[in-house]
DNA sequence: CTTCATATACTCAAGTGGAGTATATGATAG
DNA sequence: CTATCATATACTCCACTTGAGTATATGAAG
């Protein structure tokens, strides 16, 4: 806020907002916050996208998952990175090997549990990828697939049921309720974002807007994690609140939400899809992994075609032998595009059915 | 660090790596970092490239640049992001629009400046895009073309002098020199990144890299920042150091870089650019606002209709006149595309000469 | 009124990408 | 041992996109 006194000071003294900003920045006193540095640890098992969470045991009562987490201390790590990894290991045993930073979150109010009587936390949320071969060396927590927390994501068997039975009427309930506190009432936009976000009335499914709907339904008061923060919740609406996956501790599912719909986005102009396979593999096994990822099935001789005119692979020359039917050859990643300019991802789009 | 100690306590106390975490996170003082906010905030006036940049009066020796910034303060601030807006109000009298976080940067020591006795600050960067007919309320600060701080970037005339001059020339020096205190000495992937990051050897310049080119310039010791972090500096090779580009203040310009190339491959799939036009504008005048941003010229037919054929804009009815030629017709954006699912951005393809 | 500079419209060929069909080859059941 | 199956792999086609060029419209300036 631009206020007199703050004008005339600036003009009179000689000192800028800027010049506060620094002095205010040399007194230690100012520093009360912390800086929580988080993981969302991604693998696929099995065709299936898992996630690592270590479960909360202190908390019996509502035991929920949560993501390997620890402060950050500028004392004891380099950088924020180094940081995680070592809280990563320290908590797991995993030595981490891709890894990139999401997202700062730093909202009042979503990061209480209960009983928590911690200050005021900044999460910084990162997204690890890793293989399972050389997840072997894990020690704690427990990989679960990500569509436990987000069932509404899961289209691999086509449009998951959750969304019509539950999600879409509550949230067009939602947003035909009138808005109480904020002075300009303005259910268009509700009724905008709902169907912008979960693609209703003919709209396509965007598969990378997870954390926007998350956010959607968090503001909706239909996930857990509202309840918690004392948001006024569904029920309170007189709406039976169902419970939309599982909860997490903390702002972790809304961090795992952000790294979905990263690896969903960068799989497509980044080949860190091999971040997730073996050495080798056959090109099937390649396409189910980025179905796991992306949901829907894609197009099996162009996913093909794709892949290997964009040199991201070269055939070992051996072959895989019980598939069932004809041998596949196995490939690997070709590490050189890495080198040549504009290292692509597997640019797929899905089959219209 | 798994250490033996660790992992018995953690076997026979019940108290596993992410409790203890928690535990560390309710003790106060373990807060001893303190959070920057950081503004990029970004116009195009008269078809230049525009930062905003507050000037350092207080240290008059060297008066440097610096972005606007201040301290996140849990307690003023509700969220990080209207923290950022109120000290950008605070310091410069103008109210932000679009606005989006870039990245967390936390290296130790990159933010030191001379006498500067400030604890450890983590930067959160932001990218703020505005234009210049919302900035007449600007009282302090004033903008800058941003190539003046990155003249390497600016290819609106053609590869600029000072990359085969002074860069190119120092970067292979650099990776040609014996790697010091690493053990693994590897010269082949400083030759690799060099190469990746400059398009050297036939290789295409990729115009998001900003950021990969900064933090590659500040390794190899060739910026002012390095010298001033006490980074072994190229005149301590015996190559006499160049002034590439203006320096900023603690690590805002690498914050500059992070947003320079976020906007630059934003307006390719997002209609962000329109942030930066004025309500009416003429399809030419849209094309040089692109171009300002990306660098080199556009094929001007095609742009025309893709633009047009992805319902980005709409004609206002009325004509622009003194243009020197036959009047153009004036446009406004198509706010509606914000509701039609996937909003395209300018996908533009340069000209190739 | 001529010349110029710019805006706008139209055309075309090469490339990309979605989708289908055909063939190769080992596994498995009888 | 062979018929059948399931999967892998190869080839073809067509619609649409996109890079790039040419032609025309129209107001300003001399």
């Known amino acids: 806020m631009v206020t007199d006194a ?7 003294d000689g000192e800028t907002g800027a010049e506060k900003a620094l002095h205010a920045a040399v007194r230690p006193e100012a520093a009360n916050v912390e800086i929580g540095l988080n993981a969302a640890i991604v693998a696929v098992i099995d065709d299936e996208p898992v996630v690592l969470v270590i479960r909360n045991e202190t908390d019996s009562a509502s035991a929920t998952d949560g993501l390997p987490f620890g402060p950050f201390s500028p ?47 900044v999460s910084i949320g990162y997204l690890a990828l890793t293989e399972t071969g050389h997840a072997r060396d894990l020690q704690h927590g427990s990989w679960r697939s990500w569509y436990q927390f987000f069932p509404w994501e899961d289209w691999r068997k086509g449009k998951p049921e959750i969304l019509s039975a539950e999600i879409e009427p509550r949230l067009k309930e939602w947003a035909q309720r009138p808005v109480l506190r904020s002075a300009p009432a303005r259910p268009v936009q509700r009724e905008d974002r709902v169907r912008i976000c979960f693609g209703l009335d003919g709209g396509a499914w965007d598969e990378e807007k997870v954390l ?5 339904l968090y503001e909706a008061g239909l996930v857990e994690e509202a309840r918690r923060d004392g948001r006024e919740s569904a029920s309170s609406w007189g709406v039976t609140a169902p419970r939309l996956g599982a909860a997490m501790r903390f702002d ?3 961090i795992l939400a952000t790294a979905i719909g990263r690896v969903r986005a960068k799989i497509k102009y980044r080949p860190v899809i091999f971040e997730l396979m073996p050495d080798d593999f056959t090109l099937f096994e390649l396409q189910k992994t980025v179905e796991a990822i992306l ?8 996913f093909r075609r794709l892949v290997e005119s964009a040199g991201l692979v070269e055939p070992t020359g051996e072959v895989k032998t019980q598939t069932g039917g004809r041998p596949a050859k196995l490939f690997r990643f070709r590490r050189e595009v890495l080198l040549e300019r ?7 789009k899905p089959v219209r059915s």
């Open 342 to 348: 504009p290292a692509p991802g597997v640019r797929v």
């Open 75 to 121: 004392v004891a790590h380099r950088t924020l990175e180094s940081g995680l990894r070592a809280w990563v290991e320290e908590q797991t045993g995993l030595g981490l090997g891709y890894v990139e930073q999401l997202y700062t979150f730093g909202d009042r109010g979503r990061h209480a549990e209960p009983a928590d009587h911690s200050p005021h936390v």
């Open 212 to 216: 926007d709907r998350f956010e959607l």
């Open 6 to 12: 703050n004008i005339k000071r600036r003009f009179h």
């Open 295 to 302: 949901g829907p099935h894609l197009h099996k001789q162009n």
């Open 252 to 254: 972790h599912r809304r």
